[in-house]
């Protein structure tokens, strides 16, 4: 084969490497089954939303999110991090409430998720921080005495409640991370 045969095989490969290197992370274009906990090119958080289908069935999309991250953009979360962390990507939004379950806040706070999953850890530190609980000491306090843990922030006047944190309506300011 002459080098003028392998021209247009060169010039077909070469242009999807281009396509790959330029191609941006788009929320609406990902599969529902990775949108939840993904970050678009633009640093901005993916939201799993729900709507009503042309039959009247619930269809989930993926959408983007006003919420921008910083330090992070192009990311899929991991399916590691998904069950160290013990969250669904199949939920739509998120809540305070989640940190009122023992058994969340054990898997967000183990060394498993809280050292290796910094994508996790930040959505929900900046969570906790918008209800005036600061996630490492919840953390140290889950840790050392969970049932202690949990009757502190009960107590601690938190305004725990049904809450989307990642509504296209809600910006986050960005909170310092942990990590």
């Known amino acids: 084969m002459s080098f003028s045969n392998k021209l247009p095989l060169v010039l077909l490969l070469s242009s999807f490497l281009i396509h790959a290197c330029f191609a941006e992370m788009i929320c609406e274009e990902l599969p529902k089954e990775v949108c939840s906990f993904s970050i678009a090119s633009s640093g901005k958080r993916c939201l799993l939303e729900t709507e ?10 993926c959408r983007t999110s006003e919420v921008v991250v910083e330090r992070i ?14 969250v669904d990507r199949t939920s739509v939004g998120i809540s305070s409430d989640a940190f009122f379950e023992p058994h969340f806040t054990a898997k967000l706070c183990s060394p498993s998720c809280y050292q290796n999953c910094p994508n996790i850890v930040d959505l929900f ?20 005495n969970p049932r202690r843990a949990m009757v502190e922030l009960v107590s601690s006047g938190a ?4 809450v989307s944190a990642l509504s296209e ?3 986050v300011a960005p909170a310092p991370s942990p990590l």
């Open 52 to 61: 009503k289908g042309v039959k009247g069935e619930i269809e989930y999309e």
């Open 73 to 86: 953009s192009e990311y899929i979360e991991t399916d590691q991090c998904v069950e160290a962390c013990g």
């Open 125 to 144: 530190f900046n969570l906790a921080a918008g209800e005036g609980v600061f996630l490492p000491e919840l953390c140290e306090k889950h840790r050392s």
């Open 159 to 162: 305004a725990f409640g049904p």
């Open 169 to 171: 309506d809600i910006v």
